[in-house]
């Protein structure tokens, strides 16, 4: 349908809601409510020493 899932990486301190960010080339596309079009892929990264890693201010990307 032309329809693609743009990837994305979640900061490990965000707290918000998680979704998925779509996009089309062309016309607007009809999805239907319930409709199964992304996958989360869960990835756990671990660090030694989490004190000398900078830190962001928290966000979703």
Not at 5 to 17: M, R
Not at 20 to 36: D, E, M
């Amino acid at each position: 349908q032309g329809l693609f899932v743009l990837p994305g990486v979640i900061d490990s301190d965000y707290t918000g809601q998680v979704q998925a960010l779509l996009w089309t080339p062309s016309l607007p596309v009809f999805i239907p409510a319930g409709s199964r079009v992304a996958q989360l892929v869960p990835f756990m990264s671990m660090v030694c020493n989490r004190d000398s890693v900078p830190r962001g201010a928290g966000g979703f990307g």
